[in-house]
């Protein structure tokens, strides 16, 4: 069973080209899940599995604790598999047919005020190269609404400042250019020139990356997500924050003030409108909390 889950996840690369993230996710749920078949249900051939199982599969998550999201993913990510085997022969049919995706209850993303996105921005110290660094990422994320992952695999080459834009690469390795706002771009211009060469170590090869940690290596998204929360907890901003709340906050204050949906969609790499139209929701939600907390028979 090894060897046809090894041949998919290469199918995932090379001829789907998904992102490496993407990939590992459908390695983690469709190796639970060949675990889940071989130990509870002593099955050892792909073509042996039904219905029923993947049935017994799903109740066995459930019971585990997993939210509808989580189940919902596996499903996917199940169904993509024996897709993939009944196509290319291995098994002689697709078991997955009919099983239903559980209601997913939508959440809305959590966004920052413009005060407090201010007060984020303002937060690091500007006297040290770390600190140049540190603003110049927020500035750069919120300026463009970027996934974390797509700043940290910044290039040098992928900026231009005379031409205030960069570009970066999204999901599947989709280019897309992102234009830049005139304070990012002089934070940017800042840590380039006076911040970054300081974080560069003589003794190691050259390295294009933008954005360096203090070994002179590439900043990981990890690495991010522990000076975002440093930052914000400075910032005194007590909302729950993820990689994503700058991305989130930067489609919602577009769409406050006027942006067309399309065009978030555009600057957001969004493949499908109906992804970028969650952020009207947030929007309206807003809205009904500015009406009710000012207007006088509210």
Known sequence: ?????????????????????????????????ARYLTHAEQIHSWNDVSRLH????LKFLKEQGSSAKTIARHIASVRSFHQFLLREKIAEQDPSVHIETPQMERTLPKVLS???VEALLETPKTNTPFGMRDKAMLELLYATGMRVSELVNLNLSDVHLTMGFVRCYGKG????????????????????????PKLIQPKKRANDALFLNH??????????????????????????????????????HLLENGADLRAVQELLGHSDISTTQIYTHVTKTRLKDVYQQYHPRA
């Open 173 to 196: 390795s989709k280019e897309r250019i992102v234009p830049v706002g005139r304070m990012a771009l002089s934070a940017l211009k800042a840590y380039i020139e006076e911040a970054r």
């Open 114 to 116: 413009m005060a407090e």
């Open 215 to 252: 070994h002179g290596d590439r900043l990981t998204r990890q690495g991010f997500w522990k000076i975002l929360k440093k930052l914000a907890k400075e910032a005194n901003i007590e909302k729950e924050l993820t990689p994503h709340t700058l991305r989130h906050s930067f489609a919602t």
């Open 54 to 57: 993947i049935l017994q599969f």
């Open 1 to 33: 069973m090894e060897h046809e889950l090894k041949d998919f996840l290469h199918y995932l690369t090379v001829e789907r080209n998904l992102a490496q993230n993407t990939i590992i996710s459908y390695e983690r749920d469709l190796r639970k899940y």
